[in-house]
């Protein structure tokens, strides 16, 4: 399949008022093989391979596989990674008690949070060697902690999941809602794991290497990860972005209610980006599944509020949709509750996470930079009783 470049979004070489405002963008912070952002002439790409390519021929399993392994499986190869993948799926007993425990109210990022890091105390890691393992773990155990954790507090009771779905996406839609998924609903959710794997040095995959950086072990970074992706400028995006379509009732009001946050310079979740400067290819993807399940689903009237806060930011700002946008029309018509989205996103980011972390360790520096100081003039102590 041929695809297209995304405009250039090479790094650029900032101006000195934007390095001065923090945010490190267009520093190069290191190296890597797994992805290109924007490169020109690759577009968005896991090693080597098109954004477009895989989420049209692969799925979640090949893609997390090419991350962990650095090549694509093959047959044979990809079925005893599913074969392992779903045997890892169960939860530990302390843990699901300690997810009963946790209170409904909580945001299910934190509650993400706390599995991996629960987890690395049930199962350390122990020796680097059993890095591998620990990914597939927690690729594989993490969609029936989340789902445990959501259904018991809907349900008031303990309850045993059917962990025998073929894949992660289908694991996952099944055990969050007690039934089988149909084959649209898992592809669609396959394709958003895909879209949502890997991209490059990112926020969370930055925390995720400076922790692994310091030669701590897997689950500490991986939690980190969770918990910079947890934020609206981040992963956060998808469930903000929800947020502000629930308050829209059609898109003539969607018009005038978005006319008015730009006028008080509010941002609008779901649309720019640090990197990409004219489009987010995988929105382009994205987009056309929302509009599938929106049609399918009788949520014509949410797709279509999308489509014209859409046509608004381009017309009033020059701004572009990021991945997180139509995600949230997509996750809505697949019955996910909205505090669930950003969580997804953790499902399929831990492949990228992972990749990295593995990939740090391989060639590893401590990541120590420097900060310009702003500070006072060195001073003297003064005592307690003098201040
Ligand atoms: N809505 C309205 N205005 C925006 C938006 C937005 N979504 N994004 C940027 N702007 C404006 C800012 O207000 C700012 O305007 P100003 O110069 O007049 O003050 C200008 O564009 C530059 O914005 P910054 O936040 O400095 O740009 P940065 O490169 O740091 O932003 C970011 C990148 C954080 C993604 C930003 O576009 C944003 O906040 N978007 C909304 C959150 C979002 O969707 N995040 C998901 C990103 S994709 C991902 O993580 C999977």
Partial sequence: MSHQSPPSTEPSKQSASNQSRGGLDGIIAGQTRLSTVGKSGFGLTYLGYSIEDLAEHGTFEEVAYLLLVGRLPNSIELQA????????????????????????????????RTVASMLGTLEPEGAFENAIKVSQRLLACMPTALTYWHRFHREGKPREFDLDEPSIASHFLATLKNRKPTEIETRAMDVSLILYAEHEWNASTFTARVIA???????????????????????????????????????????????????????????????????????????????????????????????????????????????????????????????????????????????????????????????????????????????
Avoid at 242 to 255: F, R, W
Avoid at 336 to 355: C, E, H, M, N
Avoid at 367 to 386: C, F, K, V
Wanted: proline residues 8%.
């Fill in 213 to 387: 950086s310091t030669l701590s072990d897997f689950y500490s970074a991986i939690t980190g990860g969770i918990g910079a992706l947890r934020g609206p400028l981040h992963g956060g995006a998808n469930e903000a972005a929800m947020e502000l379509l629930d308050q829209m009732t059609d898109p003539d009001s969607a018009e005038a209610s978005l006319l008015t946050m730009l006028s008080k310079k509010m941002k609008v979740m779901g649309f720019g980006h640090r990197v990409y400067k004219g489009a987010d290819p995988r929105s382009d993807i994205i987009k056309p599944w929302a509009k599938r399940l929106c049609e399918a689903t009788g949520n014509e009237q949410l797709y279509a509020i999308s489509e014209r806060i859409e046509t608004v930011m381009r017309r009033e700002k020059g701004m572009f949709p990021n991945v997180d946008f139509y995600s949230a029309s997509l996750y809505r018509s697949l019955e996910i509750p909205t505090p669930l989205f950003t969580p997804i996103f953790v499902l399929s980011r831990i492949s990228g996470w992972s990749a990295h972390i593995l990939e740090q360790r391989a060639d590893n520096r401590l990541i120590r930079p420097l900060a310009d100081y702003t500070g006072p003039e060195p001073r003297p102590w003064s005592p307690i009783s003098q201040r």
């Fill in 81 to 112: 990674f599913k074969d392992r993948l779903a045997a890892g799926r169960s939860i530990p007993k302390p843990l699901r008690k300690t997810l009963e425990r946790i209170p409904s109210t909580a945001h299910p990022m934190d509650v993400l």
